[in-house]
């Protein structure tokens, strides 16, 4: 489904080779290709645009780590962000947690795939999570829509309701509860009636049913040929009845992939299942991080660069220590590591390799600086010389002045960062004479001391 998406950005990130940074200019056409790659896919123009200004703001001004090129960085800004669009990690059924059996209702438009997905997701059920699962037939209008179901059942051994044409399906799934309960299922999907649009009719007998037998999980069944609409069609349904789920079917087709893209983002229902054939066997758990490893077809890339970026930190906090450890702790350092402390999440997460640490975790707390004083203390650092930078004695009234004006603040914050950064490395020495240091920021220790 995804190919010519796939091609298409692969294609353009192709382009971004060598040069030491990735820049705006250099990235700017690539990231205008993949716009429209993903426009040309069917993706919704809405999704398009927050992925488009997510990839940016990550990827402008990203430092280059060493044995990583900017192209390979920025395949990473992209699958990462491909990820997050695509719904993060996977989700599947959740099972009722009583003894009552699991009801899983199917609904959709007419051949979205509902029928064929019910036996799917029963045979899924059976061999994969060990469930005994039944079938109930429920949509009584489509001609032969019964037997269908009924056939499946038959050809793969799930006990199936026997529905009659000409019952009112609130009727059949009344009658099917006494019968769930005679088999001892486990779980119990019912095949809903579909229109060809979405029609009042349909959702107040869908909700109908829903009072008559809470469902654990209302799965919409929607056909990824259908692009853009199905959007809507989730949209619609997810308001009237509550979705917890969608299952994507045809993805074996030639859909360009625009519904898989958009779904999640727009509605914020997580796709849990891939139709990938007309066999009962062809379904797949929806895995967004394959999915997208797959759009860009890059996997190794990508290991590359964690790596490298694994690297990268632990090299840096093992200098940082290394000239604590000589009191040679400077401001950059310093800027390191409250950037450092920014990826890990924060000043919470350093807390947590602090246990007890009452007063100086309080002092800690009041540093961590917001973005947009990171921002100042970031230029204000760069408007530093190397020397002033390795020795923060040097800096007299007449420096102070004038890295102020360099970085566009006042001297007061110059004054007040100068002040900080005094505190932290009183603190650093602290923590050091406390024995602390061995067990932070040490290569291999998997910690750091911010
Ligand atoms: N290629 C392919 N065909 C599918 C898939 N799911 C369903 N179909 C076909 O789509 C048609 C309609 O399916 P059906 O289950 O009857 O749809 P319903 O009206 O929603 O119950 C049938 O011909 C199915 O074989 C799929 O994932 N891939
Ligand atoms: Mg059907």
Redesign the pocket.
């Given at each position: 489904m995804f190919e010519s998406l796939s091609d298409k950005i692969l294609g353009s990130l192709k382009k971004l080779k060598g040069g030491h940074k990735i820049t705006e200019s250099n990235v700017e056409e690539v990231i205008k290709e993949i716009r429209l790659s993903l426009l040309d896919a069917d993706v919704n123009f809405k999704v398009v645009k927050k992925f488009i200004d997510e990839v940016k703001q990550k990827a402008i001004g990203e430092k280059v780590i060493e044995n990583v090129n900017p192209g390979q960085m920025f395949v990473k800004i992209v699958h990462d962000e491909l990820v997050k669009t695509l719904g993060g990690g996977a989700s599947e059924i959740i099972f009722s947690s009583s003894a009552e059996p699991t009801v899983v209702f199917?609904v959709?438009?007419?051949?979205?795939?509902?029928?064929?997905?019910?036996a799917?997701l029963a045979l899924f059920l059976r061999t994969k999570k060990q469930k005994k699962v039944g079938l109930v037939p429920a949509?009584v209008y489509?001609p032969a829509?019964i037997d269908?179901l009924q056939t499946l059942g038959k050809q793969n051994n799930f006990p199936t309701f026997s529905s009659q044409v000409g019952q009112r399906p609130q009727d059949i799934l009344t009658q099917s509860k006494a019968w769930a309960k005679e088999q001892q299922l486990d779980v119990v999907i019912v095949?809903t009636a579909?229109r060809l649009t979405i029609d009042e009719a349909l959702m107040s007998e869908l909700s109908d049913l829903k009072t008559i037998w809470a469902p654990q999980e209302i799965l919409l069944?929607a056909?990824a040929m259908l692009g853009q609409q199905s959007v809507q069609v989730a949209e619609g349904f997810h308001q009237r009845l509550g979705l917890t789920g969608l299952i994507l079917?045809?993805?074996?087709?030639d859909a360009r992939g625009g519904a898989a893209l958009s779904i999640r983002e727009v509605t914020g229902i997580p796709i849990k299942f891939?139709?990938?054939?007309?066999k009962v066997s062809?379904?797949e758990i929806f895995h967004p991080d394959r999915l997208a490893g797959r759009i860009l077809d890059m996997g190794d890339v990508l290991s590359l660069v964690e790596k490298a970026q694994e690297v990268m930190d632990e090299k840096l906090a093992q200098k940082s220590t290394e000239r604590l450890l000589k009191n040679e702790f400077s401001l950059e350092d310093f800027l390191a590591q409250i950037q450092q402390m920014k990826k890990l999440g924060g000043i919470e997460t350093l807390l947590k390799f602090l246990p007890g640490m009452g007063e100086i975790s309080k002092q800690l707390k009041t540093m961590a600086p917001p973005d947009q004083e990171m921002k100042k203390i970031e230029a204000i650092i760069h408007s530093m010389t190397n020397q002033e930078r390795r020795n923060h004695k040097v800096l007299n009234g007449s420096r102070r002045l004038r890295i102020a004006k360099g970085s566009g603040t006042q001297v007061s914050d110059v004054n007040k960062l100068i002040k900080q950064f005094e505190e932290a490395q009183k603190m650093m020495s602290q923590f050091m004479k406390m024995g602390l240091g061995s067990g932070m920021g040490r290569p291999g220790s998997g910690k750091r001391f911010f």
């Open positions: 199917l959709g438009l007419q051949g979205a795939g509902k029928t064929t997905s019910a799917k949509d489509r829509a269908q095949d579909g069944v056909d079917t045809k993805v074996d087709g891939l139709g990938v054939g007309e062809a379904l």
